[in-house]
C-alpha cells in the first residue's frame, strides 16, 4: 500500500506557474512510475504526464506539452509536477498515482494508488 499526499495548488491569474507536489509513505517509491491526472467538474479523468521510476523518462499528453514539467525526487519520495503558462482549461482538481509496470500508460484504472488531489483553479 502506498498512500500519497498532494500539494502546491490555489488560485492563479492566467500565464501563471504552480508547483505541485506529492509525497508517498513508502520507501519503495522508487519502485512506482508516477503520473499526474486532472479531472474538471462535469468532466472525466485527464492524464497528464508520467515520469519512469528512476525519472529518466517522461510521458505527456499533448494538451500540457511544453508548459508542463514532471520530475521526481526518489530520495525524498516525492513527484513533481512544474506548471506554466496556465490557462483556465487547465482548472481541476489534481492528483498524483502510483502504478507498477511501463510508463506510457494514460489511463487511469491502470494507476493503482491515488492521492486525494489539490484544486488548481487558474483565473481569466
Known amino acids: 500500500q502506498v498512500q500519497l499526499e498532494e500539494s502546491g495548488g490555489g488560485l492563479v491569474q492566467a500565464g501563471a506557474s504552480l508547483r505541485l507536489s506529492c509525497t508517498a509513505s513508502?520507501?519503495?517509491?522508487?519502485?512506482?512510475?508516477m503520473g499526474w491526472f486532472r479531472q474538471a467538474p462535469g468532466k472525466e479523468r485527464e492524464f497528464v504526464a508520467a515520469?519512469?521510476?528512476?525519472?529518466?523518462?517522461?510521458y505527456y499528453a499533448d494538451s500540457v506539452k511544453c508548459r508542463f514539467t514532471i520530475s521526481r525526487d526518489n530520495a525524498k519520495n516525492t513527484v513533481y509536477l512544474q506548471t506554466n503558462s496556465l490557462k483556465p482549461e487547465d482548472s481541476a482538481v489534481y492528483y498524483c498515482?502510483?502504478?507498477?509496470?511501463?510508463?506510457?500508460?494514460?489511463?487511469?484504472?491502470?494507476?493503482?494508488?491515488w492521492g486525494q488531489g489539490t484544486q488548481v483553479t487558474v483565473s481569466s
Open positions: 498515482a502510483a502504478r507498477i509496470g511501463s510508463l506510457r500508460v494514460d489511463t487511469a484504472r491502470k494507476y493503482d494508488y
Open positions: 515520469i519512469s521510476r528512476n525519472g529518466g523518462s517522461t
Open positions: 513508502r520507501a519503495t517509491f522508487s519502485s512506482y512510475v
